[in-house]
């Protein structure tokens, strides 16, 4: 092949290895290669796997059907790897079962990004390639969004997929709570965390979230007709870039034959949004015992801090309150949505990006992560400095190939657009 394997969606990757027109172990190399070319300037990686020819060289020869095959990976800190040892028949840990998935599906694990501590506040600061002004929480967001590799692993709490993903103009997929298995992945809230993935396109993402969820995705379904816009519930402030965006969404929305009308559903969304802190805070404090908490009280980030303290003073009927009023919501808002709606609204606020992990804050994904909902970034949108500004569909589960068709007709609305003004 004469251009360059990197460029190539991940379906066109897949394609030319099955056409034996590009070889796993060549694809896998060139994307090392990129890797060590650009991490100077990314740094996006903690480590990197040592064991990508053995692992192309075992989907060369594999006969069975692999969807991602060749296809290379990155993995947030949180979620282990099994790493080689100097005895080819040992490892130093096992896979995490998302990881062992992907590797069933023909994925090469390129290594492990940068993640944040306990994977919830910002420390180390990986720069996107095409504007070093700009920082961002997660090297996950940061390895797709510089084109270094089409996929990577990531988790979310309360905003580590949707705000970096937003930001760095990339795709992500949030699964809805409780879909993926997280064993062998650091948790932080078990009532919260959820697995997700981030790709360059939306398109990249239907393909890796079916491959990845195999024959439990439905192949009927019903198509989308109707969206709820929804503009933050005054969580905090918009940027001027989300605001003219989400101005013109129903206009954008009826040019692909969306029926649209605003979300009203601010009281929920407030009270879930204070319901999130109380459940990450009470889980955190009981998820790390104070010895361990104490050890590393010092380097941690005082937003972090806040948070464990908070937990300290709460009860265990604190934290059943704020379930019992998230069950509530949740049927409440089965019955808004139907069979058929899904909601459109801000990936993140003005704050977010001011300060990524503020405690006092919510990000516009805390309500729908209590809720257990799904969700996906759609990027495509430019502001005149050339900035990324993503929105966010959210939807109950199940209806999750919904959203991913919404979301690749709304991005090549997007890819039109001209750029939004910053002011």
């Known amino acids: 092949m004469t251009a360059n394997p990197c460029n190539l969606s991940i379906y066109e990757q897949v394609c030319a290895i099955a056409q034996s027109r590009l070889s796993a172990i060549s694809l896998s190399q060139s994307v090392r290669d990129r890797i060590i070319r650009l991490e100077p300037r990314l740094h996006a990686w903690v480590e990197l796997t040592t064991d990508i020819e053995h692992q192309a060289n075992r ?14 990976v990155g993995v947030k800190d949180l979620v282990d790897v099994a790493s080689p040892t100097t005895d080819p028949g040992q490892v130093t840990v096992s896979d995490a079962r998302c990881v062992a998935r ?6 090469v694990i390129q290594g492990k990004t940068v993640t944040a501590e306990y994977g919830h506040n910002s420390t180390i600061s990986p720069r996107l390639e095409q504007d070093r002004r700009r920082e961002l929480s997660s090297g996950s967001a940061t390895a797709v969004s510089a084109n270094v590799v089409p996929v990577a692993i990531g988790t979310q709490t309360s905003a580590a997929l949707t705000r970096p993903a937003s930001s760095s103009g ?16 650091e948790r932080l809230s078990e009532s919260l965390d959820s697995l997700g993935f981030f790709t360059r396109t939306v398109d990249d993402l239907r393909h890796v979230y079916r491959a990845f969820s195999g024959p439990a995705v439905p192949t009927r379904r019903p198509t989308v007709s109707s969206a709820l816009v929804w503009r933050g519930s005054g969580l905090g402030e918009l940027s001027t870039a989300s605001s003219r965006l989400l ?12 029926d649209c009308r605003p979300l009203q559903w601010d009281d929920h969304v407030h009270s879930l949004a204070e319901d999130h802190r109380v459940v990450l805070a009470y889980e955190l404090a009981r998820n790390r015992p104070a010895p361990e908490f104490r050890r590393h ?8 801090r806040t948070h464990y303290r908070r937990g300290l003073r709460l009860d265990s009927g604190d934290h059943h309150g704020a379930l019992v009023r998230r069950d509530r919501s949740r ?9 058929d709606a899904l909601i459109v609204g801000p990936a993140t606020l003005r704050s977010d990006r001011r300060c990524p992990a503020s405690s006092g804050a919510s990000t516009p994904s805390d309500p729908w992560q209590l809720l257990g909902l799904a969700a996906v970034v759609v990027p495509g ?16 589960p199940g209806r999750e190939l919904d959203m991913l068709d919404l979301g690749v007709a709304l991005e090549e609305v997007f890819r039109r657009m001209d750029p939004i003004p910053d002011h």
Do not use: F, K, W
């Open 102 to 107: 992907l590797r069933e599906l023909g994925a």
């Open 59 to 72: 989907i060369e020869t594999a006969s069975a059907p692999m969807p991602l095959r060749g296809v290379s």
């Open 170 to 185: 990339s795709a992500a997929m949030v699964l809805a709570h409780g879909e993926a298995d997280l064993d062998g992945v």
């Open 331 to 339: 049927v409440m808002l089965e019955e808004l949505l139907g069979r």
């Open 297 to 304: 009280h010092h380097p941690l980030s005082p937003p972090l």
């Open 381 to 396: 949108v430019r502001t005149v400095a050339g900035l990324p500004v993503g929105i966010q569909i959210v939807g109950l």
């Open 247 to 258: 101005d013109r969404l129903p206009g954008l929305l009826e040019e692909i034959d969306i």
